[in-house]
């Protein structure tokens, strides 16, 4: 088997991570309630650090209004904008990214808002679709190594929202910095949201070190940031740099992406890929913990539209390096590859998901607001490597995927002592599905291999004739290997439409889906005594 596109491209392009960003990590800063007001699009840096934000012509520019942040005492400080002249009310803070001219480092709490632009209000009050053009973007010139916006130790509790931000190495980037908001942002795209910015040379938000409790977007539609045309990865939570001696120093945990627009232009349906993925968690020692479509309470869901990238939505792996995979990512309540009618065709060029060595992961879950829904995608849900194991998928809605719904990639090719992904558990098979009076009848057994029982098995009513499970009926528990019999009252399935399955074991190992079983609708007269046996059952 050829391996697929991101096991190529992954561990080359993502890994190059700007030098700048660990050099950042010992810097601390005082911190400061005060505001600092940008008036100009230029560049020059403060004159005297002396609680005035002012150049040496007076002017307060975004680098001069960071070098006061960085040196004012507690905080957070503020950081507002007024800039006028700008042609058509659109501002371009050019930074001189080839000269190695990066913005100073964040090390102190700020809030930065560029919705603070007159007549910026609207970006941070509309749904992504109604926005209009962003008013202040923060440009690089395409420089290696220079990133955006970049939160350091110290910056803890820091916003940054309402800006469009592109051509970086990086848009935004958090190394070793906590429980921080970056929403309501254009990152990678024009300031209409429908070109590339150009994109950055990386991920549009890249999250690195012991950064946690960060929230990527938000709960309310107002939060969402656009993220696309970036030339790595929309989202990357990287966990291989080396950040300290701990290994709790190199992981980033515990944060949260969601009610993002990724990869999709601001019309909800034009093209702006990132070039890999959407979001990609990945690299030792582990980015684990993180959590994709719903807040760190758990409870909390607005998921995601991923679509249009190059690889997969979401991507897993660990660094190929060690044994432990990237663990216990939750997945909940995501639209990978189509809109939130279900409608429209945004489906990502190789997968919804993409778990090459991920364990323990959770994608779904048994509320309502858990289903993820994958379309239009090439694959719906890939998994390969014996470390991707225990990885449940419970209860989503997945059809219409150019190949299969969930596949487990036989081990052998990539790990010959190992079984594959997710134990290789086995599909059930089901021998006999009618439909009776408004009552559904399933005969199924699931091959006999090392189960760890009990099996949980979940029905679904399937993608046409194809092995994908659009609706989710029932669940039903499966004790030990035999044949069982299920019959339940059902409007949702119809004589002539056809059954899926999947079985997950005590451990959490999902499997691919069964092959297709076809509803009968009318019982032979000779089976009519059977049947009915099985329904008092």
């Not at 090392?450 to 099996?455: G, H, I, K, S, T």
Request: charged share 15%; hydrophobic share 35%.
């Amino acid at each position: 088997m050829t391996p697929r596109p991101q096991q190529l491209f992954h561990p080359l392009i993502r890994w190059l991570v700007p030098a700048v960003l660990l050099a950042s990590l010992m810097l601390s800063g005082a911190l400061s309630a005060q505001t600092f007001t940008v008036n100009s699009t230029g560049d020059d840096a403060v004159a005297e650090l002396n609680g005035v934000c002012a150049t040496g012509t007076g002017e307060c520019t975004l680098r001069a209004a960071l070098q006061e942040a960085n040196h004012a005492g507690a905080g957070p400080v503020n950081i507002h904008f007024n800039i006028a002249g700008c042609p058509q009310d659109l501002c371009v803070i050019q930074i001189d990214t080839l000269a190695d001219e990066s913005l100073p480092l964040i090390t102190t709490p700020v809030v930065l808002d560029g919705s603070t632009q007159p007549g910026n209000e609207g970006v941070c009050q509309s749904d992504i679709g109604d926005r209009p053009a962003y008013r202040v973007s923060l440009q690089g010139n395409g420089g290696e190594d220079i990133v955006g916006l970049q939160l350091d130790p110290g910056s803890d509790g820091s916003v940054i929202r309402g800006l469009n931000i592109r051509h970086f190495q990086h848009g935004v980037a958090l190394i070793g910095s906590l429980d921080n908001r970056i929403e309501c942002n254009a990152i990678g795209t024009d300031n209409a949201g429908m070109t590339p910015g150009p994109g950055n040379l990386g991920a549009g938000v890249f999250l690195a070190c012991d950064s946690s409790g960060n929230v990527i977007g938000g709960s309310d539609p107002q939060l969402a940031n656009l993220i696309g045309a970036n030339d790595t990865d929309g989202v990357q939570i990287f966990g291989g740099f080396i950040c300290g001696d701990a290994p709790e120093d190199n992981m980033p945990i515990n944060n949260a992406v969601l009610g993002n627009q990724i990869g999709i232009a601001a019309d909800g349906s034009s093209p702006l890929g990132n070039e890999l993925a959407g979001i990609a968690i990945f690299g030792g020692p582990g980015a684990d913990h993180n959590l994709i479509g719903v807040l760190q309470d758990r409870e909390t869901i607005h998921g995601n539209v991923i679509g249009f990238n190059g690889t997969a939505g979401l991507y897993i792996d660990s660094d190929g390096g060690q044994p432990k995979p990237t663990e216990n990512t939750l997945v909940i309540g995501n639209y990978f590859g189509t809109d939130r009618t279900g409608l429209v065709n945004l489906g990502n060029q190789i997968g919804g998901i993409d778990i090459i060595r991920g364990a323990l992961t959770m994608i779904g879950g048994p509320g309502g607001a858990d289903a993820n829904v994958f379309a239009f995608n090439g694959d719906a849900i890939y998994m390969e490597r014996k470390a991707s194991e225990r990885n449940r998928i419970q209860r989503n809605i997945i059809y219409a995927n150019e190949h299969r719904g969930i596949v487990l990639q036989d081990g052998h090719e990539f790990d010959p002592e190992g079984t594959g992904p997710n134990n290789m558990q086995a599909a059930p098979a089901m021998t006999s599905t009618f439909k009776h009076e408004g009552t559904v009848s399933i005969t199924y057994s699931v091959p006999d291999q090392d189960e760890n029982f009990p099996l949980v098995i979940e029905f679904f009513r399937a993608d046409g004739q194809r092995e994908q499970g659009r609706l989710f009926l029932i669940e039903h528990d499966y004790p030990a290997a035999g044949s069982r019999t299920l019959t339940f009252s059902s409007t949702e399935i119809d004589a002539g439409q056809y059954l899926v399955a999947t079985a997950t074991d005590s451990l959490g190992n999902t499997s691919e889906f069964s092959a297709v079983s076809k509803v009968e609708g009318e019982v032979p007269i000779e089976d009519d005594r059977i049947f009915h046996d099985r329904f008092e059952e």
